[in-house]
């Protein structure tokens, strides 16, 4: 990691003015503030115009290119236009855009993108649905940008046949895409999705990863690539003699880091089948250059919906685990880093899981891998650098991503929620006058004044070792993900998430709520976050996008 660069970007944060920011990006627009992490890892992927196309460069400031805003998935969004004062008035305050009529068709199960330089050189939001349809949508008004949507190839109706995997709740498109700032041939940025394709039976035949112009759909060339070819020539190399291609599934965020995407893998809900946990690695630049990881054991799934985190050292993944009855470790339960084209250095330096990984996790089924991690920095505390991580079950971790700490190698642990099945959602991070906070929902909460579900605020305080505890918590009834707000890296901090289809802000010092939001967005499923663009906070439902801004 450039340590210089991330001094720089942490100290720009703390003055409210924009980082440095590397390569050709314009930084002077008002957007999301990168943490040094997070410029360090879009370094070699920043805008820059190449081509005949006439594409002008991404800002990646303004622009949301993957899960979380950032590499790290923190979260954390400058708007400066969203203040508390602003946010919460009550003449005018946050209310839905009536003018923004965005609507699709199908269901979606992964968070908006937006990149401001999109079709035709204008801002865009892209949806994706598991009809198997990736839309562009204007930022205006909310019409399709693109004549019509790019289809990536049959839908399944299933993930395969009784006796293998049978139906299942959820296939096609499911995982959120990432977007590469660097123009293409065409001049314009490139989006990569993952979904499902089906066979003639309405089973899965083959997953791929297929990498599109922003602009207008169009696959860049030597794409889309076969993801279950190459799982399959991995799983001969490796001695596993039972892959199925129907019985993988792709919910995981997708990352780009350094020039390499990185593709996540788990199972089907009900766990069917034989399968592994499996991370693909492709080089955008030469897409027939790839690597796979899998998990020693079976059932290891990398299936949360947030994705993995980056330092801009590879990505760091948390696996599960559905088979019971092993004896010793073997990748169930962990929080795993893995670089370059998808290896993985078994030292303790790489890999963390907990002591109880197999009588409690294991056994009861209270997957680690079951919520992404989340990367923070912590000034005053030893390390700065932080990994937060939680299980099923309620046990929140802090560790150190230069060092995980092989088993039960934490930094601090705290027990947040109810021991069960009570956390399952995408973590974030910001920092506000009061400090540090790591966000997430939660049900049976351990929250002030009594155990509810409910968005939990954990503070992270300076100190060696850091003692993390819970803030505050606000109540919801959905299975949301919360994201935070700035108005200049530190100042204003308010939690965004939605509850029944509204938008509620909350302080982010205290949890106080500042703002509801009414608009009925309509269905919002499971572990959806919403995006911070330009003053407004956007969020996709089935079939639709909302918008909300300050009027």
């Known amino acids: 990691m450039n340590r210089s660069l991330f001094f720089w970007g942490r100290l720009a944060l703390f003055l409210g003015v924009s980082p440095l920011v590397p390569c050709c990006s314009n930084s002077s627009r008002a957007g999301g503030a990168l943490s040094g992490w997070d410029a360090a890892v879009g370094g070699d992927t920043g805008a820059t115009k190449s081509g005949s196309g006439g594409g002008a460069p991404v800002d990646i400031n303004v622009s949301v290119l993957e899960r979380n805003k950032h590499p790290s998935r923190d979260g954390n969004y400058l708007q400066p236009l ?32 937006y990149v401001d330089q999109g079709p035709g050189g204008k801002g865009a939001y892209f949806i994706v649905t598991n009809d198997n349809d990736v839309f562009a949508i204007d930022e205006t008004d909310g019409h399709l940008a693109w004549p019509k949507p790019f289809n ?36 314009f940025a490139t989006i990569y999705v993952a979904g499902a394709i089906g066979n003639a ?12 112009s922003v602009n207008d759909g169009t696959e860049r060339k030597g794409w889309p690539i076969n993801v279950s070819a190459i799982q399959a020539a991995a799983s001969i190399a490796a001695g596993i003699t039972n892959f199925h291609a129907e019985a993988s599934n792709q919910r995981s965020a997708l990352s780009l880091v350094n020039g390499l995407l990185y593709v996540a893998y788990g199972g089907h809900v009900g766990d069917c089948d034989t399968y ?16 796979a990881w899998a998990t020693a054991g079976q059932g290891e799934a990398i299936w949360a919906a947030g994705g993995m985190a980056s330092d801009g050292n590879g990505v760091i993944a948390v696996t599960s685990n559905s088979t019971t009855g092993i004896t010793t470790h073997a990748d169930s339960e962990e929080v795993v880093r893995v670089t370059g084209m998808a290896t993985v250095n078994r030292s303790s330096a790489n890999i963390f899981y907990p002591g109880d990984w197999r009588d409690h996790l294991d056994a009861r089924d209270l997957d680690f891998g079951s919520s992404s991690p989340v990367l923070l920095s912590v000034p005053g505390a030893a390390p700065t650098n932080l990994l937060a991580a939680v299980t099923k079950a309620g046990t929140f971790y802090l ?23 009570q956390i399952r959602t995408t973590l974030a991070a910001y920092t506000s006058t009061s400090g540090a ?21 954990i503070s992270v305080p300076p100190g060696a070792p850091p003692v993390p505890a819970v803030a505050w918590c606000a109540p919801t009834q959905d299975n949301v993900a919360p994201i935070a707000t700035t108005s200049d890296g530190k100042n204003d901090a308010i939690v965004w998430f939605i509850n029944h289809g509204n938008l509620i802000g909350v302080d982010g ?43």
């Not at 709740?169 to 123009?183: A, E, R």
Request: net charge negative; charged share 10%; aromatic share 4%.
């Open 82 to 113: 969203l203040t508390k004062a602003n946010v919460g008035a009550k003449t005018g305050g946050m209310a839905l855009d009536a003018g923004f009529n965005a609507t699709f068709t199908g269901s979606t199960w992964a968070s908006p993108l």
């Open 201 to 212: 039976n309405g089973y899965i035949d083959r997953h791929e990863v297929h990498a599109l």
């Open 437 to 457: 906070h790591v966000i997430l929902e939660a049900t049976a909460a351990h929250c002030p004044g009594g155990t509810r579900q409910a968005i939990v605020s």
């Open 276 to 291: 592994h946990g499996w991370v693909v690695a492709i080089d955008v630049a030469n897409p027939s250059k790839t690597g």
């Open 399 to 421: 560790l150190d991503p230069a060092n995980l700490g092989g088993m039960d190698g934490y930094i601090a642990k705290l027990m947040i929620a109810d021991d069960g099945m």
């Open 152 to 187: 990536i190839g049959p839908a399944p109706q299933s993930a395969g046949p009784p006796g293998h995997c049978g139906p299942s709740y959820h296939v096609g498109i499911l995982s959120t895409p990432v977007i590469d700032p660097k123009l293409g041939p065409d001049g």
């Open 509 to 551: 010092d205290t949890g106080m709520p500042i703002v509801t939001a009414t608009g009925q967005c309509g269905v919002i499923n499971e572990w959806i976050s919403p995006i911070a663009v330009k003053g407004h906070i956007v969020v996709s439902s089935n079939g639709k996008l909302c918008s909300w801004s300050v009027h």
